[in-house]
């Protein structure tokens, strides 16, 4: 059973910091890891989706990376602003068999950005 | 394009009642998850779609959840009764196929009391 952990569970910062949010997983054996955004009451942003034969995905500010070996991913914020102040989620996705390939969730990272 | 859409956002009903939620899925997205949040908490997959066939309904709780997607369109989640527990934001998502971007809808905040 596939179990992800993230790390660090909140953290605080000063705007223009650039920080890094990490994720672990236990299965290696992964086809693609989404990362998200939550905003409070509301539903999951995507950011990026990294497949399992990429090393890292870019967009904007944002830059992911994959290890799937280790069962690492690391989300990169580059210049942050209060904006980017919400609950980031990772979510690796498996083929179980018969179709069934749903995401497994970490309890995410929750950030705030500080003006 | 628009989005993955759901309703009600919000329903508070008291314990032992029923309760159904909708969700309208990506035009053209073949499958369709229900994800269960609750607070402090990431989702949790109760059900996965594929078109209108379920393959994957280990984590629902069937003496009391159902769901189905007509058409391999729309779907409908059901609780009947709810439990305290049950309180939540379900949260529908959609995807073209394996290895797409899942697309999230807003959610359903469900109070039990």
């Known amino acids: 059973k596939q179990e992800v952990t993230q790390i660090p569970a909140a953290l605080s910062v000063p705007e223009g910091e650039n920080l890094v949010l990490n994720c672990s997983f236990t299965d290696s054996a992964i086809y693609n890891l989404q990362w998200f955004r939550q905003d409070p009451g509301k539903g999951l942003t995507s950011l990026l989706l990294i497949q399992s034969s990429q090393r890292e995905q870019t967009s904007g500010r944002l830059n992911a990376s994959l290890d799937k070996s280790s069962g690492r991913s690391t989300l990169y914020i580059a210049a942050s602003q209060p904006g980017d102040s919400a609950t980031y989620l990772c979510a690796p996705q498996m083929y179980s068999g018969g179709g069934a390939d749903g995401l497994t969730f970490g309890k995410g990272t929750h950030l705030i950005i500080q003006p | 394009e628009a989005g993955v859409a759901q309703s009600p956002r919000y329903k508070i009903i008291e314990k032992r009642q029923s309760v159904a939620f909708w969700c309208n899925p990506i035009?053209?997205?073949?499958?369709l998850y229900w994800y269960q949040q609750i607070l402090g908490q990431g989702p949790k997959l109760l059900i996965q779609?594929?078109?209108?066939?379920?393959?994957?309904d280990s984590q629902l709780p069937k003496d009391r959840f159902s769901a189905e997607r007509l058409k391999g369109v729309d779907s409908t989640l059901k609780i009947q009764p709810a439990k305290l527990e049950d309180s939540a934001v379900y949260l529908c998502?959609?995807?073209?196929?394996?290895?797409?971007?899942?697309?999230f809808g807003q959610g359903t905040r469900l109070t039990v009391v």
């Open positions: 779609f594929q078109n209108n066939g379920v393959v994957d």
């Open positions: 035009s053209g997205h073949a499958t």
């Open positions: 998502a959609s995807r073209p196929w394996r290895d797409t971007e899942a697309f």
